[in-house]
């Protein structure tokens, strides 16, 4: 399930609250709501965490046995337990809005660095390895990157040496109305890796630019722990390497960016 899935899922949950309460209580139609929210809400967070439990722990009945007519304690009771269950919805929509769908169950902390130093290690040999495809036997014509299609399909090649399931232009959730692709997802390890390589219109601040709008959707990516962001910058466009790094390496909530530059000044 996507993000926009289950935030459409929660509001859908939400709104049926208020026909909920000038309906019949206990009807038909609040137990469907009852049991597809728990449906919902099986599907959209880790069978460990507390949303459920917070959903059934709300009570629309009174703990005394007779029962009221009309508008009395118990219609009270009912009603109290709609708009308890509708702000929690809220809540959890609010939730996901601000950080994105809950991880799955990952692979231990180790293979995750295992992952990176693996990445880290290709991009940095990057630049020798396309410069050998340069120079090529019997004349035959010379491997030239020119641009980060060239970057990508290279990159490709060289992640099947190290990893079996490879992700190519993996979708990011929607973000400020539009949405992007990933490079390449590892998705059995968590590992985005992103792709650039520099031209005379895209140096320094540029890059770093792109870079941190690039970044902002990959915490809401369920399967996204980690990011490597490769800079290819064979003619030196990135005068200032250690301050692009600076900009950007950090951890952004659960997620935690990588930064290589691989070019004459590195």
Known sequence: MTLDDAIANLKAQRDVVDRLVDDVRFGTTFQAWQRRTRTVLDKIFLPDSA?????????????FAFSDEGDGPSAKRYRDGLMSAKTLLAGMIQELEDFGLPHAPSAPADALVAAEDKLVHICRSFPAFAKRLQKRRADRP???????????NLMHAMLGLFFDDIRPEEPTPTAAGGSAKIDFLLKAEGVALEL???????????????????????????????????????DGHITNPKGLIADIE???????????VAGPFT
């Open 196 to 234: 650039k390589m520099t031209r005379p219109d895209l140096k320094d601040n540029k890059t770093g630019g792109e870079a941190l709008i690039d970044i902002g959707r990959y915490p809401k990516h369920p399967d996204v722990r980690s990011l490597i962001y490769f800079v290819y910058d064979p």
């Open 51 to 63: 949303h459920q439990a917070e959903f059934e722990g709300i009570s629309y009945r009174n703990n």
């Open 142 to 152: 010379a491997y030239v990157v020119e641009d980060e299609y060239d970057v990508q």
């Open 250 to 260: 950090r951890d952004y909530g659960a997620l935690r960016a990588k930064v290589v």
